[in-house]
């Protein structure tokens, strides 16, 4: 992959500075980037590769299940190993995309522009502030491979509660946004095998007398992100009994640098998110910490419809060779852009990959 990115000079923004960043490059990069909206915004464009919305694309939140999906969840074990084997035939999913003519012969991909080092822009980065972090790095990837220029890509800003969304209505291809694989969503969407392990981490000043995921959370208010794995998390451990008693998780928003902004604020006391996006928060504001160990294990992958067999089976070749490139792959992008917040990339390193989804 060619060495268009140069290491970010962003090394923190600190306190109230951080959150005024924060505020306006959000405001000004989503009038750079195409915004897919919840279907029920009047502001929605609909302009993804099905060319609309479905009309029971206001439903797909990734909240906790209900019904015969919750039934269905509970018989779904190591959700990271459901997935296909690679292979390099196409098939009607592929010959769609690499059907597309001219300006539109694109991979259509939901990705963040606003995860310091996972998806973003660097306001230190000279010229048009391209999109660049971790999982750009694969969407790249993925582009060469199916299309044969890493450059052949649309990407669309996607809130955390629409990721399922613009799949299944086909307003893109797939989604490569700090994903965690679930049994939940794949009732769903199909994923890839897993690019990346991770893990809940409560995120809070370093004034706080928090110390983690335990009792020291009572009577605080946490942020989370709205279709999140996070609030899904601490639901359900607040109906099981295992969260900390009065906690308040009402504070929900659309994308997780907004819980960021609300800490900053001081109108929410910590953030609960995955841990490797905590680090970059932390990065970002060195005023915040993460508190205590990961209290669960999980897995990023890439998100698809449920259908597009040859669509996951191609990316799971493609993961199975970036992970293998010691040169250009997941080692390289690990270093060149998650070595400055995290502390051990043998940890975030994915076990090998079973695939015991059959079809």
């Not at 140069?6 to 500075?17: A, E, F, T, Y």
Request: overall charge negative; aromatic content about 6%.
């Amino acid at each position: 992959m060619r060495a268009r990115r140069l290491r970010s000079g962003l090394k923190g923004w600190g306190g109230v500075g951080a959150m005024a960043v924060a505020c306006a490059l959000a405001v000004v990069f989503a009038l750079l980037l195409p915004v897919v909206r919840s279907p029920g915004d009047p502001g929605g464009t609909g302009n993804g590769p099905g060319g609309g919305f479905g009309s029971d694309s206001g439903s797909g939140g990734q909240g906790v299940a209900h019904g015969s999906q919750a039934r269905a969840a509970e018989e779904c074990t190591d959700p990271e190993k459901q997935t296909l084997a690679p292979a390099d035939s196409d098939g009607p999913a592929i010959d769609a995309i690499q059907g597309r003519e001219g300006e539109k012969r694109k991979l259509v991909v939901g990705v963040d522009q606003n995860s310091f080092r996972w998806g973003y822009r660097d306001p230190n980065s000279r010229g048009a502030a391209q999109l660049e972090g971790f999982d750009i790095d694969l969407v790249h990837r993925i582009a060469e491979d199916i299309l044969g220029d890493e450059d052949a890509v649309q990407f669309k800003a996607i809130p955390t509660d629409q990721r399922i969304p613009a799949i299944r209505d086909g307003r893109v291809d797939m989604v490569v946004r700090t994903m965690t694989i679930n049994c939940d969503r794949l009732e769903d969407v199909a994923f890839s095998a897993p690019y990346f392990r991770t893990g809940q981490q409560v995120l809070a000043p370093k004034s706080s007398d928090i110390t983690g995921y335990d009792g020291t959370l009572a009577g605080k208010r946490i942020c989370t992100a709205a279709g999140s794995t996070a609030l899904s998390t601490l639901e359900q451990d607040r109906e099981d009994g295992g969260l900390a008693a009065g906690a308040d998780l009402s504070t929900t928003v659309p994308n997780q640098l907004d819980c960021l902004v609300r800490l900053q604020l001081g109108e929410v006391d910590a953030v609960v998110t995955d841990g490797a996006l905590a680090a970059s928060q932390a990065a970002q504001d060195p005023t915040v910490e993460l508190k205590g160990d990961s209290f669960t294990t999980e897995y990023y992958g890439v998100a698809m419809k449920k259908d597009a067999d040859d669509l996951v089976r191609r990316v799971n070749r493609i993961l199975a060779d970036w992970r293998a490139d010691e040169t250009d792959g997941w080692q390289h992008s690990y270093e060149e852009w998650l070595s400055e917040t995290m502390d051990d990339a043998a940890k975030s390193r994915p076990p090998a990959p079973q695939y015991l989804r059959k079809s």
